[in-house]
């Protein structure tokens, strides 16, 4: 049985719930390699990754649409013959421009958000 999971192991490893790591399989994102005897889906090394990467997707408000195409060219580049290898670089550009644009957008609200709290904060007693 080397190195197959069940989804709860999964669930464990990735800190996604049951719920979301199903909702990834049932549209296609991430697809147990393997079942067991029983009938469990049994999940790989890869598929974890494959789980970490969508996750660090998730707050950069990427759709399941992108994150598929995505998936698709990260697997493109690692394989050892990828024919479209200029146009997937050029695609995986592009994606990490969204990203790095995600990034500022979060910092901006997250400096608001800091801001709200010390607002609040000085209402208190000080302890």
Same mark, same amino acid.
């Given at each position: /049985?080397?190195?197959? /999971? !069940?989804? %709860?192991?999964?669930?464990?490893?990735?800190? +996604?719930?049951?719920?979301?790591?199903?909702?990834?399989?049932?549209?296609?994102?991430?697809?147990?390699?393997? &079942?067991? !005897?029983? %009938?469990? @889906?049994?999940?790989?090394?890869?598929?974890?990754?494959?789980? %970490?990467? =969508?996750?660090? /997707?998730?707050?950069?408000?990427? !759709?399941?649409?992108? /994150?598929?195409?995505?998936?698709? =060219?990260?697997?493109? +580049?690692?394989?050892?013959?990828? #024919?479209? &290898?200029?146009?997937?670089?050029?695609? +995986?550009? %592009?994606?990490?421009?969204?990203?790095? !644009?995600?990034?500022?957008?979060? @910092?901006?609200?997250?400096?608001?958000?800091?801001?709200?709290?010390?607002?609040? @904060? #000085?209402?208190?007693?000080?302890?």
């Amino acid at each position: /049985m080397g190195g197959h /999971m !069940q989804i %709860g192991e999964v669930a464990e490893r990735t800190g +996604l719930s049951l719920r979301t790591i199903r909702y990834y399989e049932e549209v296609g994102l991430v697809v147990p390699s393997a &079942r067991s !005897q029983g %009938g469990f @889906r049994l999940y790989t090394q890869p598929d974890v990754d494959r789980l %970490g990467v =969508i996750k660090r /997707m998730k707050p950069l408000g990427f !759709q399941l649409e992108e /994150m598929r195409e995505l998936l698709t =060219i990260l697997d493109a +580049l690692s394989a050892a013959e990828d #024919a479209d &290898r200029a146009e997937h670089l050029d695609r +995986l550009a %592009g994606f990490h421009t969204a990203a790095e !644009q995600r990034c500022e957008e979060l @910092r901006a609200q997250l400096h608001i958000a800091e801001d709200f709290a010390g607002t609040l @904060r #000085a209402h208190l007693p000080v302890a």
